[in-house]
C-alpha cells in the first residue's frame, strides 16, 4: 500500500466516479472526502439508482451536503454517458478510476469496456468476478490491454486482506494447497450463537429471526441460507490460483454448495413468511447438533477450496470445539486460513470482523491507494 509520503509526493492526479451512494458507498464518499491534504484524488462523478452529477474538473460538494447536491441535480444515470465521460478524461499522468459500490449486474457487465478505455475499476461488488468465466475473461483481456486495474480486495472479507494476501502468495511463487474458512457474517453469527459445542441452546428459527433483526442477513434470510454468497466467495478466490482459473465455467453455481433453505420452503417470495415457518424445521437442526455436540463438535457453515483435490464447495461442516472456527470467532466475524508449502502444518490465518459499511469502504479505499 503506498506511504502517506508516496501519496503526498505523487505527480499523478486521480479522477474518481463513484457509482451507488448506498452504506458502503456513503462511507466510502466520507472517507475520501476526508483524506488529508494533499489529496491527489478528485471526485468528478456521483450516481445512485436515481440520479447522477458530473463535472470533470470536480464537484464541489462536501461530507456534509453530497446527498442533496445529488438529489437536485435533475440528471438521471446513464452508464453508457458516464463511460463516454470517463474515457474522455484517461490521459498520462491522469488515472480515472470507477468505484462500484453497487450489488448490480448491468454495472458488473461494464467493466471491459471501462477497462478498455483505461478506467480502473475498484469494487466490492462480487458479481462479475464469480459469474461466467467468460466474463471474466472479457476483464483480465480488457485489463492486460490497457493496463488500466481491476481490484476488488472488499469483495471477500470487506477490508480484510485476504485477497491481497492470497495475490502475494501466489506472485511470490507459493503454491496454495487449500483455503478453508468462514467466509460469511451472517452464516458466521448464525452457528456462533446456534452451536457452542454443548446439547441444546437456542432453536435455529429464533438465532435466524434475531440475526435479522440485527441487519446480519438480508430481508430474504434465504439469501443467505442459501449458500450463494459463500459460493461466489469461493469463486473469486478460485480464479486468482492459476490452475483453478478456469474450473468454474459458470462461477459461483458451479460451486458445490448445501442450501439449508429446506426444500418446503424455497419458493416462499416474502422474507416475512419465510421467518414465520421456519420454525418448522428446528428440529431438523436440533439433531444436527446433537449429533455434532456428542462428538464434542459444532457446526460451521465454511467454504473450501482444496487445490490438490480440486474440490471447491460451501456446506455446513462439523470442527472439533477446539479448532480455530469455534474457539476464534465472535459476532459476524469472518476467518481464513491458508495452507501452502510455505505455511503447512500451520496456516496463515486471517481473522476479524468481515461485514459492515465502514470495513468494507476501507477496503474499497485501500485498493484506491494502490494505483498512487
Known sequence: MASVL???STAKTFRIAVVGVGLVGGEFIRQLLAFPAPSPFRLVSLSSSKWTLFNPDGLSVSASNWKDELASSGRKPDLQALLRELSALVKPGQEVVLVDNTSSNDVAALYPQFLKFGVNVITPNKKAFSSELSLYEQILAASLESGARFLNEATVGAGLPVISTLKDLVATGDKVLKIEGVFSGTMSYIFNEFSTGKEGGPSFSSVVSVAREKGYTEPHPADDLNGADVARKLTILSRFIPS???ALPNGYQSVSTKSLVPSELQGIDSGDEFIKRLPEFD??????????AQESKVLRFAGVVDVQAGVIKADLEKYPVTHPFATALGGSDNIVMFYTERYGAR??????AGAGAAVTAMG?????????
Open 6 to 8: 508516496n501519496i503526498a
Open 244 to 246: 483453478l482459473r478456469s
Open 283 to 292: 428440529a431438523l437442526f436440533d439433531q444436527m447438533r446433537a449429533d455434532a
Open 347 to 352: 496456516p496463515l490465518v486471517v481473522q476479524g
Open 364 to 372: 474499497v479505499m485501500s485498493d484506491l491507494l494502490k494505483l498512487v
